[in-house]
């Protein structure tokens, strides 16, 4: 062989650019940013481990194997209340971070859309949850109407409606055996969000399983960190690989499903009662000089629909397992429920306000348990401001992490404890109730499940209707009790991935007999 060809054919140890001197190149980058990120970044004097200054490979990890809740809480625990978790990154568990982060501002902190894992709408239009601050302002005014006290009143008859088919169902079905709540919360719960939506259900209890919707929310749970890897490095182009395509498909139609039940409803113009349409009609916009779009239309109603539903649902579960583990709990909800109604047509919107223990269960619940346990990620606008006293540079992205601030024993006596007293007053307390003197330094404040400021979730107060109605009319109507296979099962020991990834309840239903 000549020697030209052999040159020729090694030629390419000599060139610059081979895989080689790249991969060398990336090594070297890595390594002096996670120096400059330890040691020379503006964030440096901030606590925290080192491997998560240095690169955000341990917060991704975290992240997508679903254990960032517990390890926050552990970070927490160990650095105290502010803590770095990223080279651009800070968490923070006292309860003015909620007002300084989120509050009502001049210059409001806009949403980290990417540590989010909030993806460009289906259409491109904007929904509430990923509209800039002007543009959610104009979203907000045109559906705070539906939400309303008064347009909740309105909504009784509609969602007692629901309630009554999900205690009629399971009266049936509970002959066969356990039932799983978690299943059958989300049945309710979307139901009524659908109704509310679109003026019409998805059958989910009338057909005794999911929707597609609810199908697709269980299935794509894991993917939502992903996704949150992909737009931190801008490289969504290539999640359509990591995508398996049964999910894609079930997106891509859930998607249309929804836009076709909005072209439908809008076909429908006014309905007897009014729904969450109703508000956002292009006539109403007209009259209200809302100017609202078709696709934002479209956009909105599918998120308040999995919203709405699966924030109920989820909170319905874990306030379930949480008083069936504790039988003096359950015992005293009982005994209140029953007491205060003579009837199960009693049980309604007012008077289950007026009920002083199951509020106090359904707040313990969220704190222990709350719907979205992660963080709602800002971003520090500008040139960079004051929080909680410390300077932070702009661009930094800071947030409060829910399940991590709630399991804070700087923020509530024995945290890791269902107590429920910890949320009634003196007054209300009776034997068996821990002291309320020991509650004293709770920072009641920090519980804030809803989030909060101008993006809080619009539709608290009908979650909290929806809860109580529901957890009421299960109590009247059933003696509830954990199967002994569930009973040996830590079931909120579960994985995060925005939301929770439920398993499923398994729970003895007896329908309460009573005289005639």
Known sequence: M????????????????????????????????AVYNVYLHPLRRYPGPKAWAASRLPWFYNTTSGQIHTRLTALHKQYGPVVRIAPNELSYTEPAAWRQIYGHRSVEMPKDLDGAGIMPSFNGAYSIINAPHDHHLRLRRAIAPAFSEKALREQESMLQTYVDLLVSRLKETCKRGPQDLVSWYNFATFDMMGDMAFGEPFGCLRDGQNHAWVNLIFSSVKSYPWYQVFLYYGIMSIAAFFTPKKLADAKRDADANAHTKVDRRMAMKALARKDFMSYILPEENDRQGMEVSLDEIKETAAILIIAGSETSATLLSGVTYYMLTHPRIYERAVKEVRGAFQTYADISMIKTGALKYIPAIVQEAFRMYPPAPVTFPRKVPGAGEEVLGRWVPGGTTVGVPQYAAYRSSSNFYRPDDFLPERWLSAADCVDGDLPAELFANDQAQVLQPFSFGPRNCIGKALAYVEIRLILAKMLWSFDMSLTPQQARTPWDDQGTYMMWEKHPLMVNLQVVQRGS
């Open 2 to 33: 000549k020697s030209s060809t052999i040159a020729a054919d090694l030629g390419f140890v000599h060139r610059p650019d081979t895989v080689l001197v790249k991969s060398g190149k990336l090594v070297l980058y890595a390594v002096a940013n």
